[in-house]
C-alpha cells in the first residue's frame, strides 16, 4: 500500500521542470564566476542521482549547459583579451571555465551512453541524441582547447570519449544531421562537424601558438569546418588520421596504418581553398570580413599569421625542414626576457643577483636552426611562445640567443620546447637617438647564426624605446655607426627585434 504514495521521481531540487527553470533562471546573472561554478555542481549533481529517466536527465543537462553559455563566453573574453592577468586571476578564470566545461561533458556523456549501449527504457532518447552528441563533442573539445591555452598537462583519456560519440552518430546514421546547438544562437553543426573542429585543432600544432593564437586558430576550424574531408580510407592528398579504438589523438600520415574498420582519415580538403581566399582577401583590404567570427577584435597582421600557420599545417605535404636535426644529450644553462639576456652578456653584470632567471636545460635534439629541449622543472609564468633566451652550452663561454617556439607540459611542474636560435654569439652596444640628447640606451648586437651582412645590424632592444621610422646611432668596434631602420623581425612582451641598415659615421673615441 506504500507504494501508492511513493513518488516515482528522485528527491532532488531539479526534479520538477517548472522548479528546475526557476532555479536556473536564479543563477547570478552579474557572478560569472559564482554561476559556472552553481552550473558545475548541478552538472555533477544531476548525473549522481539516480531516479531520473534518460529523457528527463538529458533535458535537464542541456538547460543547465545554456543557461552556463554566457558566462562562459564573458570570462573567455576576460581571459583572452588580457594576456597579462596576474596570476591569481589568470588560475582563476582558467578553473572556472575549464572545471565547467569538464562537468559539462561528463553530464553529457552520461546521458549519452545508456542509449548507445541499448539500456531498457534510453528508446526516447532517440530524438535528443545528435543534439546531445554535438554538444558532448563540444565540450569536450572545450576541455582540450583550455588545455592547450596552459600548454598541458593533457588528458588524452578525452579522446576516448570523443571517438566512442562520434562512432554512435556514425552507427546511428546522424553524425551529418544538422542542428542549431542553442537557442537564439546563428550557426548549425553536426556531430561530424563537431568530431572534426576537435581533431583538426589537435593535428594543428597548438604548442606552437600563443593563447590567443590559439583562441583564433579555432574560432577558424569552426567557420571552416563543414569543408572539411572525413573518410573511411586513405586518399591522395590526406594528411591526417585517427584510430577511433585508439583512444589516442591524431597522427599526421608519414606512413599508412594498418588497416582497420576503426580508422577515420582527414584532410583540409575545400577549406584549403577557402583559407587561400580568405588570406587574399584579409590582404587586399586590411581588414578582417565580417563572415568571419573570431568572438573579439584582432588585428589583420595577426590573424594573417596564424592563418598562414593553419596553411602550414593542412598541407598534404608536411613542411621541410631547413637543416638536419641530430639527437644529442646535453645540459644548457638558461636565463629569460631582455634583462636576463643582457645580465648574461654584460661583464659589469652578475647573474648572480638575480639566480630566479637561471635555470638547467637538458637538450634532446639539436640542428644548425635550433634545438628541442627538455625542461625538468617549469619555474614561474615566464615560458611561453615568443620569449626571449640566452642559453649558454655546457663548457662553453658563449651565449646564443634564441626564442621558444613550441611549448608543451607533461606534468605541471615539468615541460619540453622547441626553440629557434637567432644568433651564435652577442654583444652589449650602446644607442642614442640620432641627434638626441637623451641618456644612451643599452641595446643588444647579434652575430647571426650564418653571418650575416656587414650592411646589416640586427638589434634586440627594451620594448617600447625605439619608434618606428627612428634612426639610431651605435657605438661598436671602436667606431660610431648610424643605423637606419629596416623593419622588425621579431617582439614579445618585453624585447624587440629589430633590423637596421648600417652605416659608418666615423670614430667613436
Known amino acids: 500500500m506504500l507504494n501508492l504514495f511513493r513518488s516515482s521521481k528522485p528527491d532532488h531540487p531539479l526534479a520538477e521542470l517548472k522548479e528546475a527553470r526557476n532555479i536556473l533562471e536564479a ?14 555542481h548541478w552538472h555533477e549533481s544531476v548525473r549522481a542521482v539516480e531516479g531520473f529517466k534518460p529523457e528527463y536527465r538529458a533535458q535537464l543537462v542541456q538547460l543547465i549547459d545554456e543557461t552556463a553559455q554566457i558566462h562562459l563566453r564573458r570570462l573567455s573574453r576576460e581571459y583572452l583579451s588580457s594576456p597579462r592577468l596576474p596570476k591569481f586571476q589568470e588560475n582563476r578564470l582558467w578553473v572556472a571555465i575549464h572545471e565547467y566545461w569538464r562537468q559539462s561533458a561528463l553530464a553529457m556523456v552520461f546521458c549519452i551512453e545508456p542509449y548507445a549501449s541499448g539500456a ?4 526516447a532518447l532517440k530524438s535528443a541524441a545528435p543534439l546531445l552528441s554535438v554538444r558532448a563533442l563540444r565540450a569536450l573539445a572545450a576541455q582540450m582547447k583550455w588545455q592547450y591555452l596552459r600548454y598541458g598537462p593533457f588528458d588524452n583519456s578525452l579522446w576516448a570519449m570523443v571517438a566512442k560519440i562520434y562512432a554512435l552518430a556514425e552507427q546511428k546514421n546522424f553524425a551529418r544531421i544538422r542542428l542549431a546547438v ?13 568530431f572534426l573542429r576537435a581533431v583538426v585543432l589537435a593535428a594543428s600544432s597548438p604548442d606552437g601558438l600563443t593563447p590567443v593564437e590559439i583562441e583564433i586558430a579555432e574560432r577558424s576550424i569552426a567557420h571552416f569546418s563543414a569543408s572539411f574531408t572525413l573518410v573511411l580510407e586513405q586518399q591522395p592528398d590526406i594528411a591526417y588520421w585517427i584510430d577511433l579504438a585508439a583512444g589516442e589523438p591524431p597522427l599526421r600520415l608519414a606512413r599508412p596504418p594498418q588497416h582497420a574498420p576503426t580508422l577515420r582519415f ?20 586590411n581588414a578582417i570580413p565580417s563572415s568571419l567570427n573570431l568572438g573579439g577584435t584582432y588585428e589583420p597582421q595577426v590573424v594573417l599569421a596564424v592563418l598562414q600557420h593553419l596553411a ?6 608536411p613542411p621541410e625542414r631547413k637543416f638536419a636535426r641530430h639527437t644529442v ?22 647573474l648572480d643577483f638575480d639566480q630566479s632567471r637561471i635555470e638547467n636545460w637538458v637538450v634532446e635534439n639539436v640542428s644548425a636552426g635550433g634545438f628541442g629541449a627538455l625542461v625538468p622543472q617549469v619555474k614561474g609564468d615566464w615560458l611561453k611562445i615568443g620569449a626571449l633566451i640566452g642559453l649558454q652550452p655546457e663548457g662553453g663561454e658563449n651565449w646564443l640567443i634564441g626564442v621558444i617556439r613550441r611549448f608543451n607540459r607533461d606534468s605541471s611542474q615539468r615541460g619540453a620546447v622547441g626553440v629557434q636560435t637567432f644568433a651564435k654569439s652577442a654583444e652589449v652596444v650602446p644607442l642614442r637617438i ?11 648586437l647579434l652575430h647571426p647564426l650564418a653571418g650575416g651582412s656587414d650592411a646589416e645590424a640586427q638589434l634586440l632592444l627594451p620594448a617600447g624605446v625605439v619608434l618606428p621610422g627612428q634612426n639610431l646611432e651605435m657605438q661598436a ?22 633590423r637596421f641598415r648600417k652605416m659608418m659615421r666615423d670614430s667613436a673615441e
Open 27 to 40: 543563477v547570478p546573472a552579474n557572478d560569472s564566476f559564482k554561476a559556472l561554478d552553481e552550473l558545475a
Open 312 to 317: 602550414m599545417v593542412w598541407s598534404p605535404k
Open 266 to 285: 582527414f584532410a583540409a580538403g575545400k577549406a584549403g581553398e577557402q583559407l587561400e581566399a580568405l588570406m587574399q582577401a584579409i590582404r587586399s583590404s
Open 120 to 123: 531498457k527504457g534510453t528508446d
Open 329 to 350: 644529450k646535453s645540459r644548457l644553462v638558461v636565463t629569460h626576457g631582455f634583462d636576463g639576456v643582457l645580465a648574461a652578456l654584460d661583464s659589469a653584470s652578475s
Open 434 to 444: 640620432e641627434g638626441g640628447h637623451d641618456e644612451a640606451q643599452t641595446g643588444i
Open 477 to 498: 668596434e671602436g667606431r660610431l655607426f648610424l643605423l637606419l631602420p629596416a623593419g622588425a623581425a621579431e617582439h614579445g612582451d618585453d624585447y624587440e627585434l629589430l
Open 182 to 194: 542553442y537557442p537564439n544562437v546563428p550557426g548549425e553543426s553536426s556531430p561530424e562537424q563537431e
